[in-house]
Structures are given as structure tokens and as C-alpha cells.
């Protein structure tokens, strides 16, 4: 059985355009511009990514290509012009390879624009 102690959470604002995440670029404690969160356990290479939805969503929308695009799939790609929130609706799956976080490409973080 896992400890509770043993998981982890990591924060970041935006992907590169490669849909990685670098290690030097995380943040222990949720900040103002971070738009995702990676949950793994200790010792793991694998996580999972979400989508932090929260005031700052309308800046995400605007810049699609760079905070969107690398790392999810859009449920309702046509409604992003009038939206102002990004839901998550299926968390995605990262692994670590050096010092990058990986998305992989089969499953990639769900949003839908609300």
C-alpha cells in the first residue's frame, strides 16, 4: 500500500512547445500562473497531469498554441472564442525521462471550453 507520504505534487505554467515539462521549471506550492499539476509517487517515473482551472483561464484561451495545445486535447475546440474557463474532464498521463516530464501523446489531458 502506498504512503501518503510518498506522493507528490508539482506545479507549472506552461508546457514546452514539445509537450515536456522541465524539472527547473517546478514549483512546490500552486502560484497565480500555474496551469498545471503533475501527481506522482516517490520514485515513480510516471504521473499524472491536470489542468488547473482558475482566473487566469481567459490568458490560456488567447494563447492556445502555447499553453493548450502541447499538452491536451480540446473536447470543444469551436466554443474557445466566447470561453472564459477551461474544465478538465480527463487527466493525462506524463513520464519522467532526465529531467523533463513527458505527455504522452496516447493520452493527453481532456479540456472542454466553458
Known amino acids: 500500500m502506498t504512503n501518503d507520504l510518498e506522493k507528490k505534487t508539482i506545479y507549472f505554467s506552461i508546457p514546452n512547445e514539445d509537450g515536456s515539462f522541465n524539472m527547473s521549471h517546478s514549483k ?10 503533475i501527481n506522482f509517487a516517490e520514485n515513480s517515473n510516471n504521473g499524472e497531469l491536470e489542468f488547473i482551472s482558475g482566473e487566469n483561464d481567459r490568458r490560456a484561451i488567447n494563447r492556445l498554441d502555447a499553453y493548450i495545445k ?15 474557463k477551461v474544465k478538465l474532464i480527463e487527466s493525462g498521463e506524463v513520464y519522467l525521462s532526465g529531467e523533463n516530464w513527458n505527455i504522452n501523446p496516447n493520452k493527453k489531458v481532456k479540456v472542454r471550453f466553458e
Open 70 to 84: 502541447p499538452v491536451c486535447s480540446m473536447e470543444n475546440y469551436e466554443n474557445r472564442e466566447n470561453a472564459s
Open 28 to 37: 512546490l506550492t500552486k502560484e497565480n500562473m500555474c496551469f498545471y499539476k
